[in-house]
């Protein structure tokens, strides 16, 4: 009998610390999955990662982050794009080159530059511009619209899978995921698709 009560108080245990991990999961993690080609070659058709919902609890996105936010669109599908300006900022594009504020902005992370050329845009407060890394395909902010800060669900954390993708999300280095390594697991939550 004092088995069973034993056996019985340490599943109550572990179905608390699981119950509890879950719980902390769903407040600071989301599972997402990219739909499309808009961050080819950095992230990829199919690939799945995780979303970082309280990165921003503590402090402000920056240029270069990549976020997840609602379509513009209002259709029910969310956006993976990169931020590239900021509040306040003017951004104009001239033959698919980015300048913030006069400078040319450098973008090691663009493999595939379209040739738009679009007029100079002053970034409201509070809001963002962003693109996706291939520019050619994207539905971005080239399109005339920013992102406001509160519709920023969060920022992308690691990529998960593929195993051949796994790693960071390009807006880390790998050393900023931490004990991401260890929520392999979660290969098996459903995700939500991101264009």
Known sequence: MKAVKAALIELAYILVGALAIFILFQFTLQNSIVDGSSMAPNMNDADRLLVSKVAYTFGEPERGDIIVFPSPYNDGREFIKRIIG????????????????????????????????????????????????????????????????????GKAWIVFWPLGSFGGAPNHTFEDVGAGALLLPLLLWPGRDKA
């Open 86 to 153: 900021m509040p306040g900022e003017t951004v104009e594009v001239i033959d698919g080159y980015i300048y913030i504020n006069d400078q040319l902005l450098d973008e090691p992370y663009i493999v595939n530059r379209d040739s738009k050329t679009l007029a100079l845009i002053t970034v409201p407060a509070g809001e963002y511009y962003v693109r996706g890394d291939n520019r050619p395909v994207s539905l971005d902010s080239s399109q005339g619209w920013t992102i406001k800060r509160d519709d920023i669900h």
